[in-house]
């Protein structure tokens, strides 16, 4: 089952990619702002989101819908679709290149902390470039098999990382790179977490980490991540979560995890 979810996750999420990349080549408009003015919803991100929802409906009506922009759905089936219809809303408002379709599929609850991932999607309409992944049969880009970096020292990891929107939070993350970032190769913050966890899947990046995703940030990305060779979690054996999410090769990623504590990752500003 969890292939034919991915087909149906990839043919959804090429469909929602053409159309924000459609409306992109239009101009965007801004429709809100969410947790503050920074934080902005546009108007093809509720496209977006309305067109997913509705495909998934047409394919399998039990199942249950969790996504960023509208009211969640539960399932009669045990699964539920976690959706971000623009991952990189802001890169996507000044037409950076770097946003995506991120659709995953899991099981049971729609929470991080015990949901199981058993397929995800994460396109890229910009590049043209289409993650994809199944529970247990390993991940992909543009249909070719891709793998997570191995065997790469602290001090030579491009590690990836990205920030809140609020003013506060912004700070205290960048407190944490400051102490971080002499320890490592270098530091990217690129605006979509969903490509920097394809990007630690297909070896662009060394490593990810990031403290306060929403479950349709990661959900997709992870499970390609891990199915790619990373290892994915947050701090102390947690799962991946709001709370933390590090992705890296498993000796990586234990070096990381004591970096980042020793850095105050635990600190409490983001609650």
């Known amino acids: 089952m ?3 979810l991915q087909n149906l996750a990839t043919e959804i999420a090429l469909q929602a990619g053409e159309l924000i990349h459609r409306r992109r080549r239009e101009g965007v408009t801004v429709a809100a702002s969410k947790s503050s003015a920074e934080d902005v919803v546009t108007l093809a ?14 394919a399998r009506p039990g199942d249950g819908f969790y996504g960023e ?19 990189g809303t802001v890169n996507y408002l000044y037409d950076i290149p770097n946003y995506a379709v991120s659709i995953a599929v899991v099981e049971g609850d729609p929470d991080p902390h015990s949901w199981t991932a058993l397929a ?12 994809s992944a199944s529970r247990g049969a390993g991940a992909t880009l543009n249909g070719q098999t891709i793998r997570s970096n ?27 790179v400051q102490q971080l970032i002499g320890q490592v190769r270098d530091i990217r913050r690129m605006g979509s977490a ?7 899947a297909c070896g662009r990046l060394d490593a990810y980490y990031e403290r ?12 390609i991540a891990q199915e790619a060779g990373a290892r994915v979690g947050g701090l102390h054996g947690a799962e991946a979560s709001r709370d933390f999410t590090l992705a890296a090769d498993p000796v990586l990623f234990d070096a990381l995890h004591e970096m980042l504590i020793d850095a105050g990752a635990e600190a409490s500003v983001l609650g």
């Open 2 to 4: 969890s292939v034919e």
């Open 45 to 58: 991100d509720r496209e977006s989101e309305d067109l997913i929802r509705s495909l998934i409906a047409d």
């Open 69 to 87: 922009e509208s009211a969640a759905t539960g399932s009669s089936t045990g699964v539920t679709w976690v959706v971000d219809p623009i991952d």
């Open 120 to 131: 995800g999607t994460v396109v890229n309409p910009a590049a043209g470039e289409t993650f």
């Open 150 to 176: 191995t065997d790469v020292a602290p001090s030579l990891a491009m590690v990836g990382t990205g920030f809140s929107y609020t003013a506060e939070r912004r700070i205290w993350q960048a407190g944490i």
């Open 194 to 200: 969903a490509l920097d966890l394809c990007s630690v």
């Open 212 to 223: 306060g995703l929403n479950p349709w940030d990661h959900a997709a990305g992870a499970l």
